[in-house]
T-cell receptor
């Protein structure tokens, strides 16, 4: 069975400082991994995805994530936080193939302090 | 790219009534659709998986008689919440998979409030 663990339920950063949201995965296969963002009372927006190509994945809005098989991690980073980044972030895993259900992590709420 | 449309985006209904939520694949044929639910301040949990022309497969703990899923065509799946109660108030979101699209293509979600 596949699963993801988001290590922090809340992260607080100052505007302009780096963001690190941590995610570890467990999968019987070489997984597909995703990060989504959900702003309050909104739907899901895909930030980036890893599907066995380059291990460093660049996404939208300056976010990127690195797939590290040895550490079973897929942490999300951004060099400089903006106020608009304040939201809930979900790490998501899927078995390979693409036509699969996905499993969500428990989410990390990012607070950006002015 | 693959687009999944979900309607309505918000719905308020009275307790005891039924509500139907539609999930459509706009530019591809969705052989499989997934329905997820998100309670306030919680993560998203898979409710059921539906394959076109087949009965849906429900996750443990999800009442199939309460949450009716129909996937009668390759572009449309519906979730009907029957005899809704306030505890069914939640954010419901679908995703679709098919040729050229993957199970991580989500609709925009439906916020259901039962009063």
């Amino acid at each position: 069975a596949q699963s993801v663990t988001q290590l922090d339920s809340h992260v607080s950063v100052s505007e302009g400082t780096p963001v690190l949201l941590r995610c570890n995965y467990s999968s019987s296969y070489s997984p597909s991994l995703f990060w989504y963002v959900q702003h309050p009372n909104k739907g899901l927006q895909l930030l980036l995805k890893y599907t066995s190509a380059a291990t460093l994945v660049k996404g939208i809005n300056g976010f990127e994530a690195e797939f590290k098989k040895s550490e079973t991690s897929f942490h999300l980073t951004k060099p400089s936080a903006h106020m608009s980044d304040a939201a809930e972030y979900f790490c998501v895993v899927s078995d390979p193939g693409g036509y699969q259900k996905v499993t969500f992590g428990t989410g990390t709420k990012l607070q950006v302090i002015p | 790219g693959a687009v999944v449309s979900q309607h309505p985006s918000r719905v308020i209904c009275k307790s005891g009534t039924s509500v139907k939520i539609e999930c459509r694949s706009l530019d591809f044929q969705a052989t499989t659709m997934f329905w997820y639910r998100q309670f306030p301040k919680q993560s998203l949990m898979l409710m059921a998986t539906s394959n076109e022309g087949s009965k849906a497969t429900y996750e443990q703990g999800v009442e199939k008689d309460k949450f009716l899923i129909n996937h009668a065509s390759l572009t449309l799946s519906t979730l009907t919440v029957t005899s809704a109660h306030p505890e069914d108030s939640s954010f419901y979101i679908c995703s679709a998979a098919g040729q050229g699209a993957y199970g991580y293509t989500f609709g925009s979600g439906t916020r259901l409030t039962v009063v």
